[in-house]
């Protein structure tokens, strides 16, 4: 099982969402292909209802500590309620440039 795929089974086991976008956005940095070390998260669940973000990209975390603890590099997440998420257009905003290594 490729880590997109093991994210997207501990968020949907942990949090139920409504919708979900797991991004591998390794291609963007200085890694080698394959390298699966750098993620975008789009998560919407009625369960981050009442919650702060600092909360809720702990729950996020605490769901992948095996895949931070495994190699997985950056994770840029988005945490919103379907409120929120409507709100915002539906879409998760586009992640920057690398600023470092061979990229920039």
Known sequence: MSRKQRIEQAITDGLQP?????????????VPAGAESHFKLLVVSEQFADQKLIGRHRRVNA???????GGMHALAI??????????????????????GGAKA
């Open 78 to 99: 988005h945490a919103w309620t379907p409120q929120e998420w409507f709100e915002k257009g539906g879409s998760a905003p586009q992640s920057p440039q690398c600023m």
């Open 18 to 30: 409504m919708h979900l976008e797991v991004i591998d956005e390794s291609h963007m940095h200085n």
């Open 63 to 69: 769901l992948l500590r095996e895949e931070l603890d």
